[in-house]
């Protein structure tokens, strides 16, 4: 897991004004209540699933990606599918520039091609190299995204900056609520009310994914 230092929370002002500042927003940063993630958040599952699994995460969390590469498509197969499971995507953003950038266009991704969204967000995940080491920037988002299939590149990029504002909301909310519930590393993992400590591997959260269809 990859934690966030005690700095960070100082610095989180200063993060919010870096998201802005690419766009040349000005912005105060609102303390949001914890409450339930709505459609903002970027989701695959029935929304009638009995198990809802929501992940907090980061785009240059080198953990994050092992997640991405070896449970989630396994959860997908498994649970997903089957109508068993819902997983919730929420930001925690805390990596740097690079990490708000890829959380904006992810979100107009999200609105413009919900069902391209699983697919994007793997291949982010897939491109990913050392942390803050050159992928991740507008441009090589923008390139990667030109290679996934049913998207486009140039509509999610207007939409990126159109609605820039109301996306870095949703990111510091999501943010926000993380803190509040005491989370302060990536990937953070709930499954109905219950968090996955120090493991995030597909065989433990199968396991409690069981019991909570159970219950």
């Known amino acids: 897991m990859h934690k966030v230092s005690s700095a960070f929370a100082r610095f989180r002002p200063q993060f919010v004004a870096n998201i802005f500042a690419a766009f040349a927003f000005a912005f105060l940063l609102q303390i949001a209540p914890v409450a339930a993630s709505g459609s903002s958040d970027p989701q695959i599952g029935s929304p009638a699933a009995k198990a809802i699994l929501v992940v907090w995460f980061d785009y240059q969390c080198p953990y994050c990606k092992l997640f991405w590469r070896d449970t989630l498509p396994r959860l997908n197969d498994g649970y997903v599918r089957q109508g068993k499971l819902r997983v919730v995507f929420r930001d925690f953003q805390f990596l740097g520039q690079d990490s708000a950038t890829a959380a904006l266009f992810a979100r107009a991704v ?9 697919d994007w967000s793997r291949a982010m995940f897939g491109a990913q190299d050392q942390e803050n080491g050159g992928f991740g920037n507008l441009a090589s988002i923008q390139e990667l995204t030109r290679h996934v299939p049913g998207i486009d590149v140039a509509r999610v990029s207007a939409r ?10 949703e990111i510091v909310s999501d943010y926000n609520d993380a803190l509040a519930m ?25 396991k409690l994914i069981d019991r909570k269809l159970k219950q």
């Open 160 to 169: 990126m900056k159109e609605k820039s504002q109301q996306y870095a909301e």
């Open 110 to 118: 999200w609105e413009l091609y919900p069902a391209r969204f699983y």
């Open 182 to 206: 005491g989370i302060n590393g990536t990937p953070t993992v709930v499954v109905n009310g219950s968090a996955v400590t120090g493991s995030e591997s597909y065989d433990d959260l199968a």
